[in-house]
Nanobody
Framework: QVQLVESGGGLVQAGGSLRLSCAASGRAFSNYVMGWFRQAPGKEREFVVAISRSGGVTYFADSMKGRFTMSRDNAKNTVYLQMNSLRPEDTAVYYC?????????????????WGQGNQVTVSS
């Protein structure tokens, strides 16, 4: 089992950058595929990006390509979401998620563990 804690959110102006972190406790972090999702007010939780166990593969939602980057440091049990050129429509609660199932994936049901969420607000 793994526990996930996100940090790094906050308020930023449009065009700015933020880096979210997700620290995992528990054993064998490198056995987990990790993902980021987000949920804007009144909307469904949507997939942002996932990363493979080794960090060698990332899989983005089409709409997220180009501005966001996901990475992981298995020695620190942490994944990161670097967000650049932020827009007001990026305002949401961002969640990290983990699964021991093989392969990067975008469906919510494919993840077994979730963080508590971290608010990101982008002002215009």
């Amino acid at each position: 089992q793994v526990q996930l804690v996100e940090s790094g959110g906050g308020l930023v102006q449009a065009g700015g950058s933020l880096r979210l972190s997700c620290a995992a406790s528990g054993r064998a972090f490198s056995n987990y595929v990790m993902g980021w999702f987000r949920q804007a007010p009144g909307k469904e939780r949507e997939f942002v990006v996932a990363i493979s166990r080794s960090g060698g593969v990332t899989y983005f939602a089409d709409s997220m390509k180009g501005r966001f980057t996901m990475s992981r440091d298995n020695a620190k049990n942490t994944v990161y979401l670097q967000m650049n050129s932020l827009r007001p429509e990026d305002t949401a609660v961002y969640y990290c998620a983990a699964t021991q199932r093989v392969g990067v994936r975008s469906e919510r049901s494919g993840y077994d563990y979730w963080g508590q969420g971290n608010q990101v607000t982008v002002s215009s």
